[in-house]
């Protein structure tokens, strides 16, 4: 498995579960001093970020790209892929698709979380909006030979899906075979009876994973029981990465060695 960790580039998103924010360079450089394998993005649009100008980044930093996140087409826009209002789907889908593309250029995935929106118009038809975004999205995904990352989030955010073995159930009836879950340990601990039965129910179908303990806060900081959910990982052969998407609590630098270190501790055999 893989260290990650996150950076919001997104200034409404402030108070949100990133661990460095504004500076991407910046973060970029304490990423590499910590050890991290990779970084993941929220940008406020795909228009933001120059792919030049990242790839010498992730290049100087010896980092790779884990992911990109579609987030700020909620945060910033208010555009949903369920929103009873056809012309707003389609503006999500197009922001999302943007993004894709440039993930894409970068040989990373992207991550659809909180533009998955509600049930506002009822389950049926949210759902049925929800697969056609996603069919289509998780095509522009494989124009890039990447995956597709959906995330359940918990029912404070959404109620379109909270857990993992329903969202794996209703990906398996998609069409499309290159979406996969990304698994956020803090929603997983608000939703889920067992993490580590509900990463062994979703199997093959689990793509990314947020490193994040029972509070939001750094792994060890909270009541997960980290080695549970590795023992698990392992069991379904999972390889990818552990992404720390938490609140940089007491500060940044501290959140981020905090993760760093309890990476270390559950996934590097002791000698």
């Not at 893989?2 to 460095?20: D, H, M, R, Y």
């Not at 993005?41 to 996140?69: M, W």
């Not at 590795?230 to 998407?245: K, N, P, Q, T, V």
Request: hydrophobic fraction near 45%.
């Amino acid at each position: 498995m893989k260290s990650s960790v996150t950076v919001s580039l997104v200034p409404e998103a402030k108070g949100g579960p990133f661990v460095f924010w504004d500076n991407l360079a910046k973060a970029c450089a304490q990423a590499r001093a910590l050890g991290f394998d990779a970084i993941e993005i929220f940008p406020p649009s795909a228009e933001s970020l120059d792919v030049k100008d990242i790839r010498n980044l992730l290049e100087r930093n010896q980092l790779q790209l884990a992911a990109i996140g579609t987030g700020a087409g909620w945060v910033k826009n208010k555009w949903r892929l369920t929103d009873p209002d056809a012309a707003i789907r389609r503006q999500a889908v197009e922001f999302a698709r943007q993004l894709i593309a440039l993930a894409g250029s970068l040989g990373a995935p992207a991550i659809i979380g909180s533009m998955q929106g509600r049930c506002e118009a009822g389950r049926a038809r949210a759902l049925q909006w929800l697969a056609e975004a996603l069919e289509e999205l998780s095509a522009e995904s494989a124009r890039h030979h990447q995956v597709l990352l959906f995330e359940p989030l918990n029912r404070y955010e959404t109620d379109v899906f909270n857990r993992q073995g329903d969202a794996a159930a209703f990906l398996r009836g998609l069409t499309s075979p290159n979406i996969r879950l990304l698994c956020d340990l803090f929603h997983m601990n608000l939703e889920e009876r067992s993490l580590a039965g509900a990463l062994k129910e979703a199997g093959s179908l689990v793509g990314h994973i947020h490193w994040a303990d029972s509070n939001r806060l750094a792994m060890n900081y909270g009541h997960t029981d980290a080695g549970a959910v590795i023992a698990a990982l392992r069991a379904i052969g999972y390889m990818g990465y552990l992404s720390a998407e938490v609140l940089p609590l007491p500060d940044s630098v501290s959140a981020a060695r905090q993760s760093i270190e309890s990476f270390r501790r559950w996934t590097i055999p002791a000698p």
